[in-house]
């Protein structure tokens, strides 16, 4: 216990009385340190209870022992005077407990004079737990910038206050840019579903629903966004948190499945009713013949042969809706496919306008089929006449092209219907008018048409589709507003034990590290080739478009083996880019990817020496190839 005296003998005598009532009742850790020898002079109780050492222990340590020795300023040398402390008065150190825990000070040093020596002051605040509040803050934000769904605030003025690395890869938008924008300018499109949704989330304090944003680029992000209200302490709202989780491809696929089962259930209807049809025609035909032996007259036999007419024409609608209601059943035998066009080219030449130009492109180890040449016939001139009426009185080049083709995992989870394994595909192509999205959705339900009255039943392409899936095929179509059409009939192909084993060992071999630049409008086609590659021994860049592409392959000419680019791109379109390279690197190797290829753009691409070109969709099997063909040296001529 601490005597003063009632009246201290001198002014010293008091000073000294108060500084030990201060130093040793002060709620903070405090120590007075030798300023040369950092040796601890006097520790108050405080720093005994916080630090668990006793006080015989402090005063036989110095403070390099307490602090980290790194935390410490440096010592004075001999003979200097002045002393660094002033320097380090107030900043952050770790100290060390007794039990070995590290706790996280903020000390300050003053410098005073103690039983004649030069010595400082040490005054601790434990800032341990805001230092671990602040890394748990810092962690959590690192948690959040790996969660792939767009995690972000903002006031209820609509302005962002939080944006996370997953909304920059979502929409485009850096944290720099989108911090203090407002959402209804950055990326929201619906905003008057927005503005009422935000009426629910104010009543209700959290709301869910399905969004359609923007990105920077301008293309739609279909998003499952989650908000919830966030209060202050006082119960008012704040802010609120929003997640958004991109369903872009998922409501694609989404769609393309709807369209499955709708066909499927089309086609369950469309039997059933061409099975009544037939009942009710059938009596018909056989009375036309009781009929005609009966009556000699030659009006009731113009009459009859109206009546005949008509039913057969009604009996053959009939069986194009069991054809794409069933699928054709009829005799199926080992098929060329080479045959099929070579015979289907000669009539569209002497049937087809003349400013039709008609062009084949099929390789000479083509694959055989099992199937019916009258049906597979039928679909290939339903096809070719579509391709005709969309180029109209204008003509155009209409293409009739096969190959062989593997079917993996990557290609069948982009296609619903399609099978794993050896196909044949096929594909008719035109310069015609193209389609929309609205009308692609609908070209194969049965009687749909774009033609005028009169000239087209609707059943065309509902029975092509029909017998392509009898024959256990399937059916793609590529298509855009203003630059044509792509059909493409994946076939299973019939190859013996020793063609497959020629065609297994003649696999393509892993990549060696090589770093492909993969140029794509597209970040899940993007997404794709990055992983198909980096599985198969490559690297890969990506870039959104062709001036992106221009700029990282200056930056890394020396590095990038192949280019890989996409035609159709905005800003800088896939032979604008090739163009570009060949200028600052006139041996660049190139790969051109398109879903419809026409035939001026496949001219000049062959006139700036691109060789490969890849026809979209396609499988990991043909990139690799792809990839591997503009890789290899090119034979020297001798």
Request: include cysteine; proline fraction near 4%; aromatic fraction near 6%.
């Amino acid at each position: 216990m601490l005597h003063l005296p009632e009246k201290p003998s001198s002014p010293a005598l008091e000073r000294e009385a108060s500084f030990q009532l201060l130093f040793h009742g002060h709620p903070l850790p405090m120590w007075v340190v030798d300023a040369k020898s950092l040796e601890f002079l006097a520790v108050n109780e405080t720093a005994v209870r916080k630090y668990g050492y006793s006080r015989e222990d402090f005063l036989a340590m110095t403070m390099d022992q307490v602090a980290q020795p790194e935390d410490l300023p440096p010592r004075e040398p001999e003979g200097e005077s002045e002393t660094p402390h002033d320097a380090r008065a107030s900043a952050a150190w770790r100290h060390i407990a007794r039990d070995g825990s590290v706790l996280h000070v903020e000390s300050t040093w003053h410098e005073i004079s103690f039983d004649g020596r030069e010595a400082v002051l040490v005054l601790s605040i434990d800032r341990t737990a805001q230092q671990r509040a602040e890394e748990r803050n810092r962690e959590q934000a690192k948690l959040l910038n790996l969660a792939s769904d767009a995690i972000i605030v903002r006031d209820l003025d609509q302005r962002l206050l939080f944006w996370n690395q997953g909304a920059e890869r979502l929409y485009g938008w850096t944290g720099d840019e989108a911090v203090g924008a407002k959402t209804l300018d950055l990326f929201v499109s619906e905003r008057l579903q927005v503005m009422e949704a935000e009426v629910e989330l104010l009543r209700k304090g959290v709301w869910s629903g399905q969004l359609t944003h923007r990105s920077k680029e301008g293309r739609p992000v279909i998003v499952n966004s989650r908000w919830t209200l966030v209060r202050n302490e006082a119960g008012g709202p704040q802010s609120v948190l929003v997640i958004d989780t991109d369903i872009t491809e998922t409501k694609k696929l989404e769609s393309q499945f709807l369209r499955a089962q709708r066909l499927e259930s089309i086609g369950t209807l469309a039997s059933g009713i061409a099975h009544d049809l037939n009942n009710i025609l059938s009596p018909i035909l056989m009375a036309v013949s009781i009929l005609r032996r009966n009556f000699a007259n030659p009006e009731d036999e113009k009459m009859l042969n109206i009546i005949e007419g008509s039913a057969e024409r009604g009996a053959g609608i009939v069986k194009q809706v069991l054809t794409f209601a069933r699928g054709a059943e009829g005799e199926r035998v080992l098929l060329q496919p080479k045959h099929l066009v070579s015979e289907l080219s000669k009539i569209m030449a002497q049937t087809f306008p003349r400013n039709i130009d008609i062009q084949t492109n099929l390789p000479t180890d083509l694959w055989t089929v099992l199937g019916d040449a009258t049906q597979l016939h039928q679909v290939l001139l339903n096809l070719c006449v579509n391709a005709r009426d969309a180029m109209g009185a204008d003509g155009g080049t209409l293409t009739v092209a096969a190959e062989n083709l593997a079917i993996d995992p990557h290609f069948a989870s982009m296609n619903p219907g399609a099978q794993l394994g050896w196909h044949v595909a096929l594909r008719v192509s035109d310069t015609g008018s193209g389609m929309s999205t609205e009308t692609m959705d609908k070209i194969f339900d049965p009687f749909f048409t774009t033609k005028e009255v009169g000239k087209g039943t609707g059943l065309g392409l509902a029975t092509v589709i029909g017998i392509v899936k009898g024959h256990g095929g399937f059916l793609t179509v590529q298509s855009e507003l203003g630059t044509g059409t792509t059909f493409s009939i994946f076939l299973p192909a019939s190859r013996d034990a020793e063609v497959a084993k020629k065609e297994d060992e003649a696999a393509v071999a892993d990549g060696n590290g090589e770093l492909i630049l993969v140029v794509d409008d597209e970040a899940p086609i993007r997404e794709a080739l990055v992983g198909t590659l980096a599985a198969h021994g490559y690297r890969a860049y990506t870039a959104e478009d062709g001036t992106d592409a221009l700029a990282l392959y200056f930056q890394r000419k020396g590095e990038i083996s192949v280019v890989l680019t996409d035609l159709a791109m905005g800003q800088m379109d896939g032979i604008a880019l090739v163009r570009a390279l060949r200028k600052i690197d006139p041996a660049v190797r190139v790969i051109v990817s398109s879903g419809h290829f026409q035939k001026e753009n496949m001219t000049i691409l062959n006139g700036l020496g691109v060789k490969v070109l890849l026809e979209k969709p396609y499988t990991a099997d043909k990139l690799l190839r792809a990839v591997r063909k503009v890789l290899e040296p090119t034979p020297t001529a001798k």
